[in-house]
């Protein structure tokens, strides 16, 4: 177990980092977007403020159609502005060398807590999942940086719930294979603050969640992990986003209801409210449908006037 901050509650957290993965996460799910548009969406990003930006996924256009192109992508965006890093998701070694000639310094990488989901999701065991994360690093060298996400951290549509000491065991052994950081994925939307409190009770605050609200709980289990002393999120821009392998997966945590909440706690994200609202109704637009975001759909607690 790590050491815990000695700060905790949300009014500690001074600032937090939000890790943005609509253009990848986000859009996966959804008919597929046409390169010129996730660029343009990813610039509008950027303008809002948003630092770090999961851009593309290097995988099969067969197995996930929306992320076709990852390498026009990343050619049409070219090398990312002063304080923004762009990152991909990969899911073999294969992935990375193709990630890598296109250019990317940053990657994602995903080894399930649930081997049932693992091998409907990337046809391969926990195991010889988690033997990529070795097999990746060797590709990439120790320069890039190599972040693995622990799917159904919290819970499997097939095995039902995760004993947060084994979730915690194999997140360790992913960082021994080569991991520079781990973030912890609730796939299913399965976490409550109870349970997010007993996983990072096992791992430590210096982890990052990547959190769902397939039960209406992304945003109260994000406030509960910054009273706990995290301080990375992952969040969708809109709350897109969802897993085909979990029966009624919700989207992720969307970007615009966490930094409204944070901009209320006085906690520093970087990224303008105003501009993430308007990359929200872009991706409306992208995709044909209201976007799950509640601070979308009802704005701003700051635009309220009395009568």
Do not use: W
């Amino acid at each position: 177990m790590s050491e815990r901050s000695e700060r905790t509650g949300p009014a500690s957290a001074v600032s937090i980092d939000i890790r943005e993965v609509g253009p990848r996460d986000g859009l996966q799910p959804e008919a597929p977007v046409p390169v010129a548009a996730r660029v343009e969406l990813v610039s509008t990003l950027v303008a809002a403020g948003v630092a770090t930006i999961e851009v593309a996924a290097f995988v099969s256009p067969k197995a996930v159609p929306a992320m076709a192109g990852a390498g026009e992508v990343m050619a049409a965006l070219g090398p990312a502005p002063d304080g923004v890093r762009y990152v991909a998701l990969v899911p073999n070694a294969k992935g990375a060398e193709l990630a890598l000639a296109a250019g990317l310094s940053a990657l994602t990488l995903t080894v399930s807590a649930s081997e049932a989901y693992s091998q409907r999701n990337v046809r391969m065991s926990v195991e010889e999942s988690l033997g990529q994360v070795a097999a990746v690093r060797a590709v990439v060298g120790p320069s890039v940086a190599l972040d693995v996400v622990v799917s159904c951290a919290f819970g499997s549509p097939y095995e039902g719930e995760m004993a947060p000491g084994e979730v915690a065991a194999l997140g360790a052994r992913a960082r021994s294979s080569g991991a520079d950081a781990l973030t912890y994925a609730d796939t299913t939307g399965m976490a409550t603050p109870r349970r997010v409190a007993e996983l990072v009770a096992e791992t430590g605050p210096a982890v990052g969640l990547h959190l769902h609200d397939t039960r209406g709980t992304a945003l109260v289990n994000a406030y509960a992990a910054m009273s706990l002393g995290v301080r990375r999120f992952d969040t969708a821009v809109g709350g897109l986003g969802g897993s085909p392998f979990a029966a009624g997966a919700g989207g992720n945590l969307a970007t615009e209801d966490l930094v409204h909440l944070c901009d209320d706690l006085g906690v520093a994200t970087g990224i303008s409210l105003e501009g993430v609202l308007a990359a929200s109704a872009q991706v409306a637009d992208l995709v044909g449908h209201v976007v799950p975001s509640r601070v979308a759909a009802a704005g701003p607690r700051s635009r309220l006037h009395p009568a």
